[in-house]
């Protein structure tokens, strides 16, 4: 929806596994033409994009890399990029450049699309070692092309920088709703205001999607729980013994920083 | 501004320790006499309603106690229930009933002010032992003439109820956004998506406020924050120990809760 929004005269061609959503596609002169073969899909493709889940890129890959022409490359969504790229670079080569969109939300579906989800989104994009600069200039120009304010880092970075910003919010969602749950009389939650509502907004993701990511960036995930579950029991022994001006000093330089924290996009959450 | 939109009729006299505010409010129509001394505020008052931080509002009920008249009833918006009715029964006696009306925003001020922020607003009553029944249906009609939904509990359910589902999400927006400061290179948080933004909005709260409440209701904050680092450790352990089905389980059931929560009142964060 965004690439026809931005780049109306591109031919965009879809392969999906649910053909009902290729039906729609075609439908809403979304997609020039749908395909439920991998490898019809990328025939005479310029630059192939990957949106699946990360587990299913690899055998994604695999089914239509045969069938890519000569200089086409190829660039991905997935949420994590060390797997990714460890995975995609054998089977794709030179070709491939990893991109990690900051957009979306808890909603999924085509009904859930709207053209200007990547408009001043930051978009990471992690070249692996074998990316020839061609591939990367190709992805760099696309991603840019949406919208995207464009960062360029190695997987590695990319993997701990969102484990924090991104992984760690998502699952303090899911782990403070379950929490109201274990600790409260049934319907607590019903009662929250809004600092609940947002703190859990993104626990209505799609739990299959989310386990995928939080598995497959294990080691910052772990990490990043285990520091904030540290931080939390120093914030308890704080407020134990009274240390007043230390938890005033936390909340003050949370908020000096938040306060300076970029607008979001227009529309955001839909 | 709430109470001007749905009781026209009615008469609004405000304290405010700031006479700027108090001059504003005259200018908007918004109060129809301003006083700076508390005693004269309450003079002629059928209803007192103290909205200031938890940790003046003894000091100032000693200040209006001895100027209210035989059957005013007093009510209050406290974050924190145990220890505002434990100060101020002894003050106001069979007069006094405490709530907590669950809306609000990180934003303070008049600017923030908005007629509706009541409407379907989850408000808890917690009348202590001493509140005469008169004084309760008076504070309960209060409530729900704004607009609210209205339930009723003693100050120590209250406490730890909001501990939960309030004083929780708000420390963890603080320690989310110092956690990613602490441990990400420079301007890290400025790649975010979402999912941060949301997770740490309330993060722009007044942190003296949010010191004072987490302070007032320290014993169930300290539990609430040990308890979610305990979940959050035992989050990384399953991922450590590949307990794939488990964590998705628990995915799962939040999700599934958090699809059901009631819907938002409107323009909840304009």
Same mark, same amino acid.
């Given at each position: 929806?965004?690439?026809?929004?931005?780049? #109306?005269?591109?031919? %965009?061609?879809?392969?999906?596994?649910?053909?009902?959503?290729?039906?729609?596609? *075609?439908?809403?002169?979304?997609?020039?033409?749908?395909?439920?073969?991998?490898?019809?899909?990328?025939?005479?493709?310029?630059?192939?994009?990957?949106?699946?889940?990360?587990?299913?890129?690899?055998?994604?890959?695999?089914?239509?890399?045969?069938?890519?022409?000569?200089?086409?490359?190829?660039?991905?969504? /997935?949420?994590?990029?060390? #797997?990714?790229?460890?995975?995609?670079?054998? %089977?794709?080569?030179?070709?491939?450049?990893?991109?990690?969109?900051?957009?979306?939300?808890?909603?999924? /579906?085509?009904?859930?699309?709207?053209?200007?989800?990547?408009?001043?989104?930051?978009?990471?994009?992690?070249?692996?070692?074998?990316?020839?600069?061609?591939?990367?200039?190709?992805?760099?120009?696309?991603?840019?092309?949406? /919208?995207?304010?464009?960062?360029?880092?190695?997987?590695?970075?990319?993997?701990?920088?969102?484990?924090? =910003?991104?992984?760690?919010?998502?699952?303090?969602?899911?782990?403070?709703?379950?929490?109201?749950?274990?600790? *409260? &009389? &049934?319907?607590?939650?019903?009662?929250?205001?809004?600092?609940?509502?947002?703190?859990?907004?993104?626990?209505?993701?799609? &739990?299959?999607?989310?386990?995928? =990511?939080?598995?497959?960036?294990?080691?910052?995930?772990?990490?990043?729980?285990?520091?904030?579950?540290?931080?939390?029991?120093?914030?308890?022994?704080?407020?134990?013994?009274?240390?007043?001006?230390?938890?005033?000093?936390?909340?003050?330089?949370?908020?000096?920083?938040?306060?300076?924290?970029?607008?979001? #996009?227009?529309?955001?959450? &839909?």
């Amino acid at each position: 929806m965004a690439l026809r929004a931005k780049r #109306p005269s591109l031919s %965009i061609t879809v392969w999906d596994r649910d053909s009902s959503t290729l039906g729609e596609l *075609l439908k809403r002169g979304l997609a020039d033409r749908v395909e439920t073969d991998p490898a019809a899909a990328v025939k005479d493709a310029d630059l192939v994009v990957l949106c699946t889940p990360v587990a299913t890129m690899e055998q994604l890959a695999s089914a239509f890399a045969p069938a890519l022409s000569g200089d086409v490359v190829v660039t991905d969504t /997935g949420s994590v990029k060390l #797997p990714v790229v460890d995975r995609l670079t054998p %089977i794709l080569g030179r070709r491939f450049v990893g991109a990690h969109p900051m957009a979306g939300s808890e909603r999924s /579906g085509i009904l859930a699309a709207r053209a200007n989800l990547f408009d001043s989104a930051p978009c990471i994009v992690t070249p692996g070692g074998d990316a020839s600069s061609v591939s990367l200039a190709r992805v760099e120009e696309f991603w840019t092309a949406l /919208g995207c304010r464009l960062t360029r880092m190695t997987p590695c970075e990319h993997d701990k920088l969102v484990s924090r =910003i991104s992984h760690l919010p998502h699952a303090l969602a899911f782990a403070l709703m379950n929490l109201v749950l274990d600790t *409260l &009389p &049934p319907g607590a939650q019903d009662l929250a205001g809004g600092s609940f509502r947002d703190a859990t907004r993104v626990a209505m993701s799609d &739990p299959t999607l989310w386990h995928g =990511i939080l598995t497959e960036n294990r080691t910052e995930v772990s990490a990043a729980l285990r520091e904030m579950a540290t931080l939390l029991t120093s914030m308890a022994s704080a407020l134990g013994e009274e240390k007043a001006d230390s938890l005033l000093d936390f909340l003050t330089r949370a908020k000096k920083h938040r306060d300076s924290l970029p607008l979001p #996009p227009p529309e955001e959450n &839909p």
